[in-house]
Nanobody, 120 residues
Framework: QVQLVESGGGLVQAGGSLRLSCVAS????????MGWYRQAPGKQRELVAT???????NYADSVKGRFTISRDNAKKTVYLQMNSLKPEDTAVYYC??????????????WGKGTLVTVSS
């Protein structure tokens, strides 16, 4: 059973920083693209950033220059460093990963989410 578990969310003042982590566990043959998405109250889930197994990154325009995604393949972990946070960054942040399990089929998995609240 593959699982993604996020951590690092919390309450921070505008202009502050937080670092999110997401660890993948279970029967994993290959850990492909990993990413972070977020969903604010009353809004649809949106992409924040993704990173391929080779380290290629992609960011939403709204977070470029403020957020940095990285990964440690040995630890099966993806990180999201969030700086210069704004109240509009308030959302539940979800980890996503495309994982090949022991059935050798690639599937997308989601974590349960971690809440980030930015106060003004």
């Amino acid at each position: 059973q593959v699982q993604l578990v996020e951590s690092g969310g919390g309450l921070v003042q505008a202009g502050g920083s937080l670092r999110l982590s997401c660890v993948a566990s279970g029967s994993i043959i290959s850990l492909n693209t990993m990413g972070w998405y977020r969903q604010a109250p009353g809004k649809q889930r949106e992409l924040v950033a993704t990173i391929t197994s080779g380290g290629r990154t992609n960011y939403a325009d709204s977070v470029k220059g403020r957020f940095t995604i990285s990964r440690d393949n040995a630890k099966k972990t993806v990180y999201l460093q969030m700086n210069s946070l704004k109240p509009e960054d308030t959302a539940v942040y979800y980890c996503n990963a495309n994982i090949v399990g022991r059935d050798y089929r690639g599937m997308d998995y989601w974590g349960k989410g971690t809440l980030v609240t930015v106060s003004s």
